[in-house]
C-alpha cells in the first residue's frame, strides 16, 4: 500500500526556517518524480517544488532561493527545507507522487498525496 | 505560463443532478489536463488524468472531456459524498498550475 506521511509542522516566525519531511512506502523516492504543493487558508492549490529521479530540482517562482527539496535514499524520504519564511508562506503543505502516462511529462499528474502539514509564519 | 481559469466558481446542485464544470487554458495543451476532488480537510485525489481518463477505483459518474483549451468535467448523478472542490491542473515548461476551484454543494 502507498502511503505518504508528512511531519515538521509548526508555527516559525517571520524570517525563520522549518524543515517538512515526507516518509513514503510502497514506492522508491528516487526512482519517482516528486513534488510539494501548498494551500493557503481557504485558497487554491499551488505547486512549489518538483524533483525528478535523476535528482534536478524545480521551485516555484514564490519561493526560489528560500526552498530547497531534497530526498533520503536510505529513509526513502522527501524533505523540504524553507528558509526566510513570510507571512505569505502559510499553508498546508502536502507532498505528491508526480504520475505520467507512458513516461511523458507533459502529461504529468499528482497521483499519491500526503495528509498535508500545517505550516504557519506568524509574529 | 498557462492559466487556468475554472466555472463556475461555485454551485448548488441536488442530489441525482447532473453537473458540468469546465475548465479554460490560456494556451493550447492538447489533451494534458488533469482533474482533482478535494473534500474539506483532506487531500486532494486524482480523479481523471489527459483530460478524459478515469484513476483506477473512481466512479463512472464522473467524466471528462475536452482538448486544446476547453475543458468539462461532469457528474452524471450528483450523490451526497460528492461535495467537494474540483480543482483542473496541467503541467507545462517545467511549471504546474492548477485551476483556481469549484466548489460543489447540495442544495
Known amino acids: 500500500e502507498v502511503q505518504l506521511v508528512e511531519s515538521g509542522a509548526g508555527l516559525v516566525q517571520p524570517g525563520g526556517s522549518l524543515r517538512l519531511s515526507c516518509a513514503v512506502s510502497?514506492?522508491?523516492?528516487?526512482?519517482?518524480?516528486m513534488s510539494w504543493v501548498r494551500q493557503a487558508p481557504e485558497k487554491g492549490l499551488e505547486w512549489v517544488s518538483l524533483?525528478?529521479?535523476?535528482?534536478?530540482?524545480y521551485y516555484a517562482d514564490s519561493v526560489k532561493g528560500r526552498f530547497t527539496i531534497s530526498r533520503d535514499k536510505s529513509k526513502n524520504t522527501l524533505f523540504l527545507l524553507m528558509n526566510s519564511l513570510r507571512v505569505e508562506d502559510t499553508a498546508v503543505y502536502y507532498c505528491?507522487?508526480?504520475?505520467?502516462?507512458?513516461?511523458?511529462?507533459?502529461?504529468?499528474?499528482?497521483?499519491?498525496w500526503g495528509q498535508g502539514a500545517l505550516v504557519t509564519v506568524s509574529s | 505560463d498557462i492559466q487556468l481559469t475554472q466555472s463556475p466558481s461555485s454551485l448548488s446542485a441536488s442530489v441525482g443532478d447532473r453537473v458540468t464544470i469546465t475548465c479554460r487554458a490560456s494556451?493550447?495543451?492538447?489533451?494534458?489536463l488533469n482533474w482533482y476532488q478535494q473534500k474539506p480537510g483532506k487531500a486532494p485525489k486524482l480523479l481523471i488524468y489527459?483530460?478524459?481518463n478515469l484513476d483506477t477505483g473512481v466512479p463512472s459518474r464522473f467524466t471528462g472531456s475536452g482538448s486544446g483549451t476547453h475543458f468539462t468535467f461532469t457528474i452524471s448523478s450528483l450523490q451526497p459524498e460528492d461535495i467537494a472542490t474540483y480543482f483542473c491542473?496541467?503541467?507545462?515548461?517545467?511549471?504546474?498550475?492548477f485551476g483556481p476551484g469549484t466548489k460543489v454543494d447540495i442544495k
Open positions: 524533483i525528478f529521479s535523476a535528482g534536478g530540482t
Open positions: 505528491a507522487r508526480v504520475g505520467m502516462a507512458a513516461f511523458d511529462l507533459r502529461r504529468a499528474y499528482f497521483d499519491f
Open positions: 494556451q493550447d495543451i492538447s489533451k494534458y
Open positions: 491542473q496541467q503541467y507545462n515548461n517545467l511549471l504546474f498550475t
Open positions: 510502497g514506492f522508491p523516492v528516487t526512482e519517482n518524480y
Open positions: 489527459d483530460a478524459s
